[in-house]
């Protein structure tokens, strides 16, 4: 289950263990950092790892399961110590666009369950405005989604209904996906409520204001912390 090696994603998975410590209950995102941080986990702990885990994906799940973490339900008595998560972009004020592996209603509600959220990603993911090279994934209910889609059209232009192998992509809680663009005028503050208010909306790809800090791996190794403000 290894995924091709990566000298941006190995180092921002090493700086994301040095996070973690012995009898923590921690929140597991998904993606291929969180993924190689799973490994160096069970590498670090090969017996059984002092740590309990709420994973955000069923991917993330049976890589957890194969490296023995032991796995919480998030049942309203938990509060993580912290999640661990990918962005699919991020911006200086720390911002995110996630939701391109499909778990975005899953992430948020781990992040909303711990008590710090750090990214774990690599630079080529940080960039001047969000949306510069990724749609913004909005989850809808299956019902009605066509007239979900056009109220969600009023406010982004031209929203797609992702597919998978032909068919309409379902998330694991069994939603639709509208991949989104982002016009450069956009106010994603604004559009992180707004967008929330629509009937049929379940969740969006808009993370603000819960990152405690990033860190991004170099391509040569290296790893760039940022915090926020």
Known sequence: MSDPPSPARE??????????????????????????????????????PPLRAAVASERTQARAMEAGIELVELDGSIELDL???????????????????????????????????????????????????FRLPVEVVQFAWPETRRRVAELLPEPELREEDGAPYETDEGH?????????DADVDELDVVLQRLPGVVEHGLFIGVTERALLGTPEGDVEVLSAA
């Open 11 to 48: 180092a921002a998975a090493r700086a994301a263990i040095e996070l973690i410590e012995p009898e923590m209950t921690i929140g597991l995102g998904s993606g291929r950092a969180v993924w190689r941080l799973i490994e160096l986990i069970r590498e670090r702990w090969p017996e059984a």
């Open 176 to 184: 639709f996906i509208l991949d989104c663009p982002l016009p450069p």
């Open 83 to 133: 999640a661990l998560d990918g962005a699919d972009e991020l911006d200086a004020e720390l911002r995110l666009i996630k939701g391109g592996g499909g778990a975005l209603l899953r992430e948020k509600i781990l992040v909303a369950a711990a008590r710090r959220f750090v990214v774990v990603a690599e630079t080529g993911k940080r960039v001047q405005r969000l949306g510069e090279g």
